[in-house]
């Protein structure tokens, strides 16, 4: 509370700073058009995989999850900016940010073949499927 002469006042709750929208958790974040390209382009260009991959502190499973979703919308942020890049984006965001994510590895597949890259589509598919089964646990046996 702030206190204005002799009457107390609470102040807003989510305070609104010029150029931002507050998220759902009350949190401002940067407005669509804020976002230069360049910086977009250096967020995918900085992510080297994992957070702290192999480490299994339960702490650090949300983080991960939220850096790879930050740099999956990014991907997709670029892909619908840049359409011309849509297939080398969506690609790049299968092999190296998620490489078991079903809907990347669709809209992957669907740009590659839309571009007319139908050999590498078909590889990434194969590609995909290697990888679930790598992270599935054997049953049965």
């Not at 339960?58 to 297939?87: K, Q, S």
């Not at 590895?105 to 007319?116: I, K, Y």
């Amino acid at each position: 509370m702030a206190a204005t002469g002799t009457s107390w006042t609470t102040p807003s709750p989510t305070p609104t700073l010029p150029g931002f929208w507050p998220q759902h958790d009350g949190r401002p974040r940067l407005p669509r058009q804020a976002l230069p390209e360049a910086a977009l382009r250096e967020v995918v260009g900085l992510y080297r995989g994992e957070l702290a991959a192999g480490q299994p502190w339960p702490w650090l499973t949300p983080l991960r999850e939220r850096l790879r979703r930050l740099v999956i919308n990014t991907y997709a942020r670029l892909a619908t900016d840049h359409p011309h890049e849509a297939a080398t984006l969506w690609h790049t965001a299968a092999q190296v940010v998620d490489p078991v994510n079903e809907h990347v590895h669709q809209r992957a597949v669907h740009a590659l073949t839309g571009a007319g890259h139908h050999d590498t589509a078909a590889a990434l598919v194969v590609e995909h499927a290697q990888h679930l089964a790598a992270t599935q646990p054997m049953t049965g046996l």
